[in-house]
């Protein structure tokens, strides 16, 4: 099975949406830094964080050489928190993986070490192509992107998106 290895960016969005647990079932195993998850998801309660567990997300622990990678990293590239080098650093060390952010300067950088990176959009697709939730629960979680501020998608892909999935909603 393919693995996601996410930061929690896209994570935190898709939440706000109510699409994290179908997230889960896609076809793909879905990982992130212990430390991410532990000092990241504050707005989760125990239990739910364990929920997401039961549901599939696997939590990784870093040995101590990828820390020290990570901590490079953070020296090296000014805009990136040392939370976001040690997801980069774990999906660098997954084989083939697909790097799950939501964050400009940590896909850049991804990419340039030759990580395939993708997003939200990415995930609305997956999850439409897999027929895991609703055309029409997409449709309001694409609005809801659309009219949040702390979200940055590109407004072409959304509103592309939008039309598509708007033709395939029964006419009221």
Partial sequence: MPVVV?????????RKVGLLEALLQLPYTFVMPDILFTDEWLCLTGEEKEALCEQGLEIKELSAESVEKASHYFNRYAPLALNDCFALTLAEETQDCIFLSGDGSLRQTA???????????????????HAVVENAV???????????GTIFLPENEVSRRLRRLGRTLPRA
Wanted: glycine fraction near 6%; aromatic fraction near 8%; include cysteine.
């Fill in 138 to 148: 997409l449709y309001d979680a694409l609005k809801v992107f659309q009219r949040d």
């Fill in 111 to 129: 990419e340039r070490h030759g990580i395939q990176v993708s997003g939200v959009l990415w995930v609305t697709d997956e999850l439409e192509a």
């Fill in 6 to 14: 996410s930061d929690t960016s896209c994570m935190i969005d898709l």
